[in-house]
Antibody, heavy 117, light 111 residues
Framework: EVQLVESGGGLVQPGGSLRLSCAASGFTFSSYSMNWVRQAPGKGLEWVSYISSSSTTINYADSVKGRFTISRDNAKNSLYLQMNTLRAEDTAVYYC??????????WGQGTLVTVSS | QSALTQPASVSGSPGQSITISCTGTSSDVGSYNLVSWYQQHPGKAPKLMIYEGSKRPSGVSNRFSGSKSGNTASLTISGLQAEDEADYYCCSYAGSSTPWVFGGGTKLTVL
């Protein structure tokens, strides 16, 4: 069974940093591209970042470009999102999501990031 | 990349059918047959219901079906059941630099 477990969320002040992690199991992590998708409270889903299976291709939404960095460690079956210079509008539940070429197939339960003073 | 356009809400009675539309552009929905639909219950993670426009993952009821015409994709749920009440999101591939764009979501109410 595919499992994705996010961690690292919490309360952070504006301008602060946070590192999210996603532990993957139940599939060959190194064979799949991964994404981070976020959902602000009461709002819709927003794609944040993509990383290919071997980390050769990385993309970011314009809203986080230059502030967030996606990475992965295939030896540890883990995905990461380093978030710097956080803003109030970054407040959201952040989901780790597995991609299978034509769609995003599996989602974790999410971790809540709250940016507030 | 702008979000895809969905109605904010739809409703139907048990046993009826409803359709949720998802309008994009020639750069996303219109260019690729890669529209997915997700169901999300409150406090839960999204669940894949339809992919590649009209395909159902294993385990998803055949009451759920998808289609596309031009820049608009649609999700139809037939034989509405109480457990179908949830938020539904469409998602389309939008190219290599911004791979995924989501709709704003539609709240389905089963009356």
């Amino acid at each position: 069974e595919v499992q994705l477990v996010e961690s690292g969320g919490g309360l952070v002040q504006p301008g602060g940093s946070l590192r999210l992690s996603c532990a993957a199991s139940g599939f060959t992590f190194s064979s799949y591209s991964m994404n981070w998708v976020r959902q602000a409270p009461g709002k819709g889903l927003e794609w944040v970042s993509y990383i290919s299976s071997s980390s050769t291709t990385i993309n970011y939404a314009d809203s986080v470009k230059g502030r967030f960095t996606i990475s992965r460690d295939n030896a540890k079956n883990s995905l990461y999102l380093q978030m710097n210079t956080l803003r109030a509008e970054d407040t959201a539940v952040y989901y780790c999501a597995r991609e299978s070429v034509t769609t995003v197939t599996n989602w974790g339960q999410g971790t809540l990031v709250t940016v507030s003073s | 990349q702008s979000a895809l356009t969905q109605p904010a809400s739809v409703s139907g009675s048990p046993g009826q059918s409803i359709t949720i539309s998802c309008t994009g552009t020639s750069s996303d929905v219109g260019s690729y047959n890669l529209v997915s639909w997700y169901q999300q219950h409150p406090g839960k993670a999204p669940k894949l219901m339809i992919y590649e426009g009209s395909k159902r993952p294993s385990g998803v009821s055949n009451r759920f079906s998808g289609s596309k015409s031009g820049n608009t994709a649609s999700l139809t749920i037939s034989g509405l059941q109480a457990e179908d009440e949830a938020d539904y999101y469409c998602c389309s591939y939008a190219g290599s630099s911004t791979p995924w764009v989501f709709g704003g979501g539609t709240k389905l109410t089963v009356l």
